[in-house]
């Protein structure tokens, strides 16, 4: 496979096993009629699971689409104000089955989108005043910047749009492509 620098990882693999057979204590009887280990046959298409996570997280820089992202959308207050509105959304967002953190502590918004933005979270929602009142989100894509004030509804709608079509909503791509075509 090659990865988003161009550098090829060797992933799918055919391999003959000489030794599990004997240390699983594993035979056949032979055509002569004596006990022989087996050769075994080990297949993978894309390797161990850990080089797997390794390659696509290299490919990625950490920056997963929302769909593969362990945290898909970080909720904020601007105010402690907000903190139970914001509360209550984080709730929906977790009924909703998105993988969701909140961040209610009292430092400046700046630094808890900064803060998210460095760990790379897909999706913020910002919850002040104006959001409080209008019973709305704030939404910011990480890459894209803010995407304005919408309903929670519309904000589910879209993230489940983009996280069923397995979509980047930057590159524009469907699926995982590790060829970076």
């Known amino acids: 496979l090659k990865d988003a620098l161009g550098r090829l990882w060797q992933c799918a693999t055919v391999q003959c096993d000489f030794a599990l057979p004997t240390r699983f204590g594993l035979s056949y009887i032979g055509g002569d009629g004596k006990p022989h280990p087996p050769v075994m046959l080990h297949r ?21 689409p929302v769909w593969l992202a362990p945290e898909q959308v970080r909720v904020m207050s601007i105010t402690d104000a907000g903190k139970d509105y914001a509360a209550e959304v984080t709730q929906k967002l977790v009924e909703e089955e998105l993988r969701v ?10 630094a808890k989108i900064r803060q998210a933005e460095l760990q790379k979270v897909p999706y913020m929602i910002i919850i002040g005043h104006q959001e409080v009142a209008a019973g709305e989100v704030a939404v910011r894509q990480r890459k894209i910047g803010d995407l304005g ?9 879209k993230i489940k749009v983009e996280i069923a079509a397995k979509q980047n909503p930057v590159t524009g791509h469907v699926g ?3 060829t970076g075509d």
């Open 44 to 64: 993978v298409i894309l390797g161990a699971l850990e080089r797997f996570i390794g390659i696509i997280t290299e490919h990625y820089a950490g920056a997963f």
């Open 101 to 110: 953190e909140h961040d209610l502590s009292g430092g400046k918004i700046g």
């Open 149 to 157: 004030r919408m309903s929670l509804n519309d904000f589910l709608a």
């Open 176 to 178: 995982f492509n590790i």
